[in-house]
């Protein structure tokens, strides 16, 4: 699967190189390389090193909800405990099995 390389909307960006640009052009290659948790946890990251104002800064610059990049703080500050280390999702998510879906429920 090729994802893109969101690109930022910032007036730095705009404008064209520069270190602010390279930056996150940067932070941007790397989320479009990872799996969906790991996009939540480095754009949470990034957000707790910029400090106050990050959720929303790393937002704008990766195109993630601010929603997103809290989850993921709240899974880094529980040092990953509920996250399935053999997995990308939780057990239980996900499209039913077609087998699931075309048996009939049974009403009694």
């Known amino acids: 699967m090729v994802r893109t390389v969101h690109q930022c909307p910032c007036s730095d960006c705009q404008a064209g190189s520069n270190p602010t640009a390279d930056e996150h052009r940067r ?42 990049i809290r989850r993921g703080r709240d899974e880094l500050d529980a040092d990953l405990a509920e996250r399935p280390v053999d997995r990308i999702r939780l057990p239980g998510g996900g499209r039913p099995t077609a087998q699931k879906k075309t048996q009939p429920s049974s009403t009694t």
């Open 27 to 68: 932070l941007n290659l790397i989320l479009s390389r990872l799996d969906e948790q790991q996009r939540r946890w480095v754009a949470a990251a990034e957000s707790l090193r910029l400090g106050y104002g990050g959720f929303n800064c790393v937002a704008a610059i990766t195109g993630m909800h601010p929603e997103t």
